[in-house]
Structure formats: structure tokens, C-alpha cells
């Protein structure tokens, strides 16, 4: 399985090789000249090249390195404290990275934050609204710092309230809307101006069950074009919606990959509950028998007369739940039989509870 | 220029909707109405100069409570992280909000106008001093509003941005006085200089000298300069 997932090689080569020509003459300095983002095509949404965030002597976040295609939803997992809110705001450019490169769209956050910015809708983990202006005045003005035309504004502002179902409280003062309307006029204020790049610090906190519903189908719909990078500590969230999952702790990457994939990766062993009509010994001994069976537990159903639960621990070889439905089903009646797999749950628990240096050692 | 703009319609939105603007015009207005009406009707005097230099002491203490919020109150609603990751420079940040704590200021002067109505029918003043006069007192106020304004972005609470920025503006405003106990030229040169009521003393006189014009200038740029930095600084 991918451990630490590496950027695409290609784009971090150009960029080396650009830098280098600086002192050239002739044709590479007209590369140089270029914009990082027309000479490498595609160009990641969001890049992060051994990016350290150090406060003081303490490291917040160590050499972290992924990245994030358009048309993505990658899903940012992690325990209190891993370093999640401080990777988004290095992203968002509210704070520079101690070392290491940050790209939004190709324009490096260090050089060419402007650039970036206008690229990008950020939604902190507190929703950044102010209190005493009303939606319609606040979304207003981030529409016209983004840079939407004055002519325009009015239909922009209507297209996220609409996504976003403000349009009962455009003239409320935000300070008198509940929780849940603060956290989607914070995400409002994101998807103003198209941006191509969207960072959401846990988007859905705080929301009822209908709201969480409804935000996450504005996230997916967004999704769909842009590159979306979104925080959150609700696993289900993650595998609802999102492409791809970085699991991250103490600041470190732990593994980025496909929740299926980081699913298959994690299983050492698994489990196979059935239900049969068979007496106890002769079942576990015939499970037993079967390759891949490493140990089985039997308990009779209650209230039915020679039925039994049985429990198999399984290794993870393919087929092994085939194999146990034959051996079954050909001498005694088997009820059911299914295979469990481990939830997201489990696997983040099993990641943020390894040693760093054990979690980064190559699978 | 467009994002300029932008931030200081905000600002300007912010300011009307909290109760600190209205509170200090309010105050400005009854002090300096206060100052007017003893000047003009019990010492006899038709002019403003008095009043001027009494205005002077009062925007100074003030205007801390008009700029106090500008930054500090982007740090507490957690709406700085806003502001930063827009696509705004820094400059453009600063120069809206002082465009809006400026205009407070304006405001606040426009409300003395009021005062003009009984000095022009009981008395005959000098136009020209009295134009004078509001150039210096806006000026003077300009370089109040931006050392406030610094202030305010070094600390998260409004309280404390004031409460530095009073005193620092009133030993720039006393600080001329300490010419008197220096025998160094020099000394007495730099004292005078960086006094704001000595310069303020040439506008309510009816001077408009161009170096006391440069000085607030000067002052009101190197404060805004500072705070583009140290936001900068903060990344």
C-alpha cells in the first residue's frame, strides 16, 4: 500500500530544473519567464512539498508532502492537535511554511500568494463572519475583494445562497442566526467567485442531520470540477464523499490513498460470521479444516433449537468466505454467512495509535 | 483600488453598526460643544483657537476608542483569517480600515461646524484661522487614528489596544514640553519636533506650515507602515 503518497515526480523536476536555469542564458530563461502553471500541465490543485511548520522549538507539522487533483474530494482525517487546522492555513496562506513549498494552482504561497488567493475559497473552522453586518452586506464584500464585478454580484451572492439555502436570511444580521446558518454562510463566502481550489476546516461541525445532509451534496457537487480538500474528524463523512483520505497525526502523514484501498491494505485478518443448523463440535471442526480458518467461536441461536452463531477468524487470502459457504452448505443447512471488513474507523484508530517512526517505516 | 474600497465600506458598515462610534461623535460632539460655549460666552472670546486646542486634547483621548477595534476586533471575531487568506495585500487592509476610521473623524468634525452658526452672528472671526485650524485638528487626528490603528494590531483585546494608545499620544502631545529642561540644542530640537501640539499649535494660529504638514503625514505614514509590516510579520 502507498504509505506517503509522492507528488507526481514530473512537476517537482520542472520546477528544480527551472530554478536552476536562472543563471543560464538562451532558451531555459525563457521557461523561467513562464508561469509554473502553463509549463506543467496538469498542475496539481494543491501541492505540498516537504512542508514544516515549526512555532518556536516546537514542529507542528513534519515534512508533509501530497497533493490534490482537480475534480478531487480528499478527505483530511486526523485526532485533536495532529496538525490538521495548520496544514489549511499554510494552504490558505494564513501562515507561511517554516520550509518546504505550498502550491495553490501552480503559484507558490511564499511568491505568489495574491495569485493563489484569488484561486481559492477558504472555510476556516470558525465560521469568519461578522456579527453585526447582515448576509447580504457580508457576502458582498468578500464577492467584491474576490474580485467578482459589481454587476455581478448580486446574481453570485443569490448562487451560493441557493446552494448553501440561505435565501430565508439574506437580510439577517448574523449575529441573530443559529449555529448551523453561521457555518453555511462561512461556507458561503467560500464558494463565492468559482473559486478552483476550495478548503473546508470541518464544514459539516455543528450542523443538524438535514444540514449535514445538504452541505455535503453543495461539497460533492463542487467536487465534481474543482479540487476540494476538506478536514474532518466524522469518519463516515470521509468515506460518503471523498475520493481519496490523508490520515494524519502529531503533525505527520500517516497514509494517503482510496478509503477501499486503505481498507484492503489494513485487513491482516478478518472475520466471517454464518448462521447454520449443524451440532457445534462437528461445525467448528470442519471450519477448522478449511485453508485461511485461523480460529472459530460457536454460540447456538437463541430460542431455536440446533442453530448455531459461528464466529471465524480469517486470514486474507481471496476466497476463503467461498470456501467456508461450501464446506458448510454441503452437509448441514447454512442460514447466512457474511464477511466483515474493517470500517474507517478501526483503520484510523490503527494509524494514530502507531509510533511515528513505526507508521512511516514503508509497508 | 477596487479591494480598498471594499474594506472600507465594511469598515465604514462595522462602525454604524456597533455603538462605539456613535458613543464617541456623541461625546466629541457635547465636549466640544462644552468648550465652545464657555470660550464664547463666559471669557468673550469670538474665535476658535481656544476651542481648537481643547478639541485637540479631546480627539486624543478619543480616537483610541475609534481605531481600537480596527484589528483587535478581526483578531476576537476570528475574521482575521478572512481578511489574510483573500486575495488583499496587506496595504490594502490598512489603508481601508484608516480610510474608515478617517471618516469617522470627518464626521466628527463636520458636528463641530454647529459651532460656527454663533461665532459668525455674534462675533467676526477669521475665515482663513479658522480653516486653518480644521486642516491641523484633521491632520492631527489622521496621526492619532494611525498609531491607534498599530496598536491595535498587536494586541486581541480592544481595551488594552486603547489603553496603549492614549497614553503613547499624549506624551507626544506633552512632549514638547521637555524643551524647556534641556540646555542640548539638539534635544530641544528633536522635543520640539516630534510634538504633535506644537505643530497643531501653527494650524490654530492660522499657519499652515508645510513641515507641520509633513510631520503628521510623516507620523500617520510610518504607523500605517508598521502595521502593513507587522501583519506581514504575523504570517
Request: overall charge positive; hydrophobic content about 45%.
Amino acid at each position: 500500500m502507498t504509505r506517503i503518497n509522492t507528488l507526481p515526480r514530473a512537476d517537482a523536476g520542472t520546477s528544480k530544473q527551472v530554478r536552476s536555469s536562472t543563471a543560464l542564458e538562451g532558451p531555459l530563461l525563457g521557461a523561467f519567464l513562464l508561469p509554473t502553471n502553463l509549463m506543467n500541465s496538469p498542475t496539481p490543485a494543491i501541492a505540498l512539498e516537504s512542508v514544516s511548520k515549526r512555532f518556536g522549538s516546537k514542529t507542528i507539522v513534519h515534512d508533509m508532502t501530497f497533493s490534490v487533483e482537480k475534480g478531487e474530494i480528499v478527505g483530511f482525517l486526523g485526532p485533536n492537535g495532529a496538525g490538521k487546522t495548520t496544514t489549511m492555513r499554510m494552504i490558505a496562506g494564513f501562515t507561511t511554511a517554516s520550509s518546504g513549498r505550498v502550491t495553490v494552482a501552480g503559484f507558490d504561497m511564499a511568491t505568489r500568494n495574491e495569485e493563489a488567493a484569488r484561486r481559492l475559497g477558504y472555510m476556516p473552522e470558525h465560521p469568519p463572519v461578522y456579527d453585526t453586518l447582515d448576509v447580504t452586506q457580508y457576502l458582498t464584500f468578500v464577492a467584491r475583494v474576490k474580485g467578482v464585478a459589481r454587476n455581478e454580484v448580486r446574481a453570485e451572492i443569490d448562487r451560493v445562497a441557493t446552494a448553501c439555502r440561505l435565501e430565508s436570511v439574506l437580510r439577517r444580521e448574523i449575529y441573530k442566526l443559529s449555529k448551523g446558518y453561521r457555518q453555511r454562510v462561512g461556507l458561503a463566502q467560500a464558494l463565492l467567485g468559482k473559486p478552483e481550489v476550495l478548503l473546508l476546516d470541518e464544514p459539516t461541525a455543528g450542523l443538524d442531520p438535514g444540514q449535514i445532509q445538504e452541505t455535503r451534496e453543495v461539497i460533492r457537487s463542487f467536487g465534481e470540477q474543482h479540487a476540494v480538500l476538506l478536514s474532518t474528524h466524522i469518519l463516515p463523512e470521509v468515506t460518503l464523499i471523498c475520493q481519496r483520505v490523508a490520515i494524519i497525526n502529531q503533525g505527520r502523514l500517516l497514509a494517503i490513498d482510496t478509503p477501499a484501498s486503505l481498507q484492503r491494505a489494513s485487513e491482516q485478518t478478518s472475520r466471517v460470521l454464518l448462521t447454520a443448523s449443524a451440532p457445534g463440535d462437528a461445525l467448528q471442526t470442519e471450519l477448522l479444516s478449511i485453508p485461511g480458518v485461523i480460529a472459530v467461536t460457536t454460540r447456538p441461536v437463541p430460542g431455536i433449537e440446533g442453530m448455531l452463531n459461528a464466529e471465524c477468524q480469517t486470514d486474507t487470502r481471496e476466497g476463503v468466505e467461498a470456501a467456508i459457504a461450501r464446506a458448510v452448505a454441503g452437509r448441514w443447512n447454512l442460514h447466512r454467512l457474511e464477511r466483515q471488513q474493517p470500517t474507517l474507523e478501526n483503520i484510523f484508530l490503527r494509524y494514530v495509535s502507531q509510533a511515528p517512526a513505526e507508521a512511516r517505516a514503508p509497508a | 483600488m477596487n479591494r480598498v474600497i471594499a474594506v472600507y465600506q465594511k469598515e465604514l458598515l462595522v462602525y454604524f453598526r456597533s455603538p462605539i462610534a456613535y458613543f464617541v461623535v456623541a461625546v466629541f460632539l457635547v465636549g466640544t460643544g462644552y468648550f465652545f460655549t464657555y470660550n464664547m460666552f463666559l471669557s468673550g472670546s469670538a474665535s476658535m483657537d481656544e476651542t481648537f486646542r481643547n478639541m485637540g486634547i479631546l480627539i486624543l483621548t478619543l480616537l483610541p476608542l475609534v481605531s481600537m477595534r480596527l484589528f483587535s476586533g478581526e483578531y476576537s471575531g476570528r475574521t482575521m483569517e478572512l481578511l489574510m487568506t483573500l486575495p488583499l495585500k496587506t496595504w490594502e487592509i490598512v489603508l481601508g480600515k484608516f480610510l474608515g476610521a478617517v471618516t469617522i473623524l470627518l464626521l466628527m468634525t463636520a458636528g463641530t461646524f454647529i459651532d460656527l452658526v454663533p461665532l459668525y452672528l455674534f462675533g467676526n472671526p477669521q475665515t482663513t484661522t479658522i480653516i486653518a485650524g480644521y486642516i491641523g485638528f484633521i491632520l492631527l487626528g489622521m496621526a492619532c487614528l494611525a498609531v491607534g490603528q498599530f496598536f491595535s494590531a498587536l494586541t486581541q483585546n480592544q481595551i488594552v489596544a486603547a489603553l496603549i494608545a492614549v497614553p503613547v499620544l499624549l506624551s507626544f502631545w506633552f512632549i514638547g514640553h521637555l524643551q524647556n529642561f534641556q540646555v542640548s540644542h539638539t534635544l530641544r530640537g528633536l522635543f520640539a519636533y516630534l510634538s504633535f501640539a506644537l505643530h497643531y499649535a501653527n494650524f490654530v494660529q492660522g499657519l499652515i506650515r508645510s513641515e507641520a504638514v509633513m510631520f503628521y503625514l510623516i507620523v500617520s505614514a510610518i504607523a500605517l507602515t508598521l502595521n502593513a509590516g507587522y501583519l506581514q510579520w504575523r504570517r
